[in-house]
């Protein structure tokens, strides 16, 4: 994370407009949006959670840190797109209820969006009935859920069980993510598919959909 010491500085410390300078100076310094985004950005959100959970910062600091990231990864969205392309897909999207993370759920958007998906985004703490509500209106491809909360990750198999109620199950295809889910719950769960990163949700939501 060494090159981009100064913008991770700015991030913790919430400095918006010192972090958005940093960001455009790297840009214009030739680094990758890709480059900035992880070891920039996501690595520093990891360095807030920690300080978060030694206690050394509390929850205001780290809502300011998480907006910062986000103003900054508004002048790196350019960079995500494809070119011209045809919807690859419908995906409906979302944080699981009682969840207020959204982060890593919009650069899932961001990316897909990107690669030329057609996204549908409910926003944060949506809960079952909400995604099948909205599922039965757009008919999404995928049923994509963000989780970061251990506690909230139960969401993720009752969204699964409304889908199945309501007869949506077979029509749709389920991803998820978010820092403490793993491919082995996902198997657990019975979602179809999960992914780490948002560039890797980008090529496992091509393969569901056998599209390149
Ligand atoms: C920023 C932040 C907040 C902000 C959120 C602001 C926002 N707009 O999102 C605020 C201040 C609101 C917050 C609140 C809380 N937080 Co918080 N938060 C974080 C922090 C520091 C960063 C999260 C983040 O944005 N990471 C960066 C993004 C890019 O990473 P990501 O979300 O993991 O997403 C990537 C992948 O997971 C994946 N992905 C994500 N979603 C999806 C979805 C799909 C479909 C796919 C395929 C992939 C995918 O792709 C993304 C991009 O690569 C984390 C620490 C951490 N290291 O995660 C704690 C953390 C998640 N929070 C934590 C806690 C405890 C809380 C609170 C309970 C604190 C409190 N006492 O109030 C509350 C809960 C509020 C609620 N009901 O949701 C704990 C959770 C512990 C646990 N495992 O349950 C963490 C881990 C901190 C810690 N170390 O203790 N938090």
């Known amino acids: 994370m060494s090159d981009f010491k100064a913008l991770a500085e700015a991030v913790i410390k919430g400095d918006i407009k010192t972090a958005m300078a940093e960001t455009q100076s790297a840009l214009d310094a030739g680094s990758s949006a890709q480059d900035i985004l992880d070891r920039g950005l996501i690595a520093t959100m990891d360095e807030v959670g920690e300080r978060f959970s030694k206690g050394l910062i509390f929850v205001p600091q780290m809502l ?54 057609t996204i549908t985004d409910l926003g944060v703490d949506v809960s079952p009935e909400k995604f099948v509500q909205k599922a039965q209106e757009v008919e999404p491809d995928i049923v994509a859920m963000s989780a970061l909360l251990s506690t909230t990750m139960p969401a993720m198999p009752q969204t699964i069980e409304a889908l199945q109620k309501a007869g949506l199950r077979d029509k749709v295809k389920v991803m998820i993510g978010g820092a403490p889910v793993t491919e082995k719950y996902a198997q657990k769960i019975k979602a179809d598919s999960y992914a780490s990163d948002a560039g890797s949700a980008v090529s496992k939501a091509k393969k569901l959909l056998g599209v390149s």
């Open 64 to 117: 300011r840190s998480a907006k910062t990231m986000q103003e900054c990864t508004k002048l790196l969205q350019p960079f995500f797109k494809e070119g011209d392309i045809t919807s690859k897909g419908r995906v409906l999207i979302g944080t699981v209820k009682g969840d207020l993370h959204d982060i890593g759920k919009n650069l899932v958007s961001m990316m897909m969006e990107g690669a030329g998906f």
